[in-house]
Nanobody, 117 residues
Framework: QVQPVESGGGLVQAGGSLRLSCAASGTTVSNNAIGWYRQAPGKQRELVAVITSTGVTNYPDSVKGRFTISRDNAKNTVYLQMNSLKPEDTAVYYC???????????WGQGTQVTVSS
């Protein structure tokens, strides 16, 4: 059973940094596409970063230059480094693993990020 587990959320002041982790079990992160999403209260879930099996990354303009997604194959973990955080980054952040072999998606339980002004 594929299971992503997020950690690293918390409370940080505006301008600060956090690093989120997505530890995967039941699959190998380097063989799949891994995405970080976030959902703020009353808003739709949105993609904030993705890394493909070939290591290609992509970000929306709202976080480009501030967020970095990376992968540690030895730890089977994907990270989201978030710098220059803004109050509007406050949300629950989710990790999604898309298994390339069958395109099934697996979501983690989410981790809360709160940025105070």
């Amino acid at each position: 059973q594929v299971q992503p587990v997020e950690s690293g959320g918390g409370l940080v002041q505006a301008g600060g940094s956090l690093r989120l982790s997505c530890a995967a079990s039941g699959t190998t992160v380097s063989n799949n596409a891994i995405g970080w999403y976030r959902q703020a209260p009353g808003k739709q879930r949105e993609l904030v970063a993705v890394i493909t099996s070939t290591g290609v990354t992509n970000y929306p303009d709202s976080v480009k230059g501030r967020f970095t997604i990376s992968r540690d194959n030895a730890k089977n973990t994907v990270y989201l480094q978030m710098n220059s955080l803004k109050p509007e980054d406050t949300a629950v952040y989710y990790c999604k693993i898309t298994v390339i072999s069958n395109f099934r998606a697996y979501w983690g339980q989410g981790t809360q990020v709160t940025v105070s002004s």
